[in-house]
């Protein structure tokens, strides 16, 4: 009997291992990525920014909720937030909680499609058999029909009452001490809720520094906010990739951006011009899929600095 079955129970073991470690710690191992940028005009101070993500509250995550709440110990300058804070529709105040240390400083915000419908129980291996497909976050999805929707106005209503500039289809200004930033964000091209013509035409020439905000990086949002000459996008969503292989990395994006740009700082090359893209691997994950492996929560603390020559 031992011949026979060793190797299957020795493989059942080790798969329930790596479950209990990705959903019982590196689901709740929160990290800090910390980022320098060279995009600022020469002369101005540099910037932080916080770039928080992805955050996917659920009632209960107490660790998480704290974790959030600690990062205002860095005060930023900048907060951006590039969605999918819920999923859990009970769950709105317990992210407020989270998010109020940080609602004191200046933010700007866009939705992902978990702000505004609630999570649906599905089988993690169709984002595999999409991909081989051929079907695969080519354009994104059309939006969720007999889904229930979460509270995202509330969530709206507490974001804007701090003073967090709202991106939907959207331009904003913020006036720091450093110097004056524009904004320039979209809704969430993953369920089609964008709308590029509503903000096209560039950055603002008389702001200090322009940005682009977006929750999930597709290419045809990518390549219209680089066309334009934006010299950073920031984007979510991709969750880093979620479940990896060890020294190989992200299997799927979720979306149509190649697997070696799924988080972190990369560039972006369209119509001649190139942008810095910064995809947060986010700090949360579907409340039916509460697993990490290879790819730790985070947020990221960008440090922008002066530009060197051309971006």
């Given amino acids: 009997m031992r011949a026979r079955y060793g190797i299957p129970l020795g493989i059942g ?4 291992a790596g479950l209990g470690y990705a959903a019982g710690f590196e689901a709740r191992s ?23 993500s992805d955050i996917h509250m659920v009632c209960g995550q107490n660790k998480k909720r704290r974790w959030l709440q600690s990062l205002a110990g ?5 907060v951006i937030n590039t969605g999918d804070n819920l999923s ?12 109020d240390p940080l609602m004191e400083f200046p933010g700007a915000y866009v939705f992902g499609s978990n702000d505004y419908y609630a999570p649906r129980l599905r089988n993690p291996a169709r984002y595999l058999l999409e991909k081989v497909s051929g079907r695969h976050g080519l354009n994104g999805n ?3 029909s007999g889904v229930p929707r979460n509270p995202w106005w509330e969530v709206q209503e507490a974001f804007d009452d701090a003073g967090w500039s709202n991106l939907t289809n959207a331009r904003a200004r913020v006036k720091l001490p450093l110097g004056e930033i524009a904004l320039t964000g979209l809704d969430d091209p993953h369920i089609k809720r964008d709308r590029y013509r509503k903000v096209a035409g560039g950055p603002e020439r008389d702001a200090d520094l322009s940005l682009a905000v977006v929750h999930a990086p597709y290419l045809r949002v990518l390549d219209a906010f680089t066309a334009d000459g934006y010299p950073l996008i920031l984007a979510g969503h991709t969750h880093g990739g979620q479940l990896c292989v060890p020294f ?12 070696d740009r799924v988080k972190g700082l990369s560039a972006h090359e369209h119509g001649g011009n190139r942008s810095y893209l910064h ?8 409340r039916y899929t509460p697993v990490r492996f290879a790819c730790p929560p985070e947020a990221t603390l960008l440090t922008l600095v002066e530009r060197r020559g051309t971006a």
């Fill in 30 to 52: 929160f990290r800090l990525r910390r980022i320098t940028v060279p995009v600022l005009p020469p002369g101005m101070p540099a910037l932080r920014v916080l770039h928080v």
């Fill in 13 to 16: 073991a080790a798969a329930l």
């Fill in 88 to 99: 859990d529709p009970d769950a709105v105040p317990e992210l407020l909680d989270a998010l």
């Fill in 142 to 144: 059309p939006a969720p």
């Fill in 279 to 286: 995809v947060s691997a986010g700090c949360g994950t579907n």
């Fill in 74 to 78: 860095l005060r930023p300058d900048l």
């Fill in 248 to 259: 190989r990395g992200a299997l799927v994006t979720n979306c149509d951006l190649d697997t």
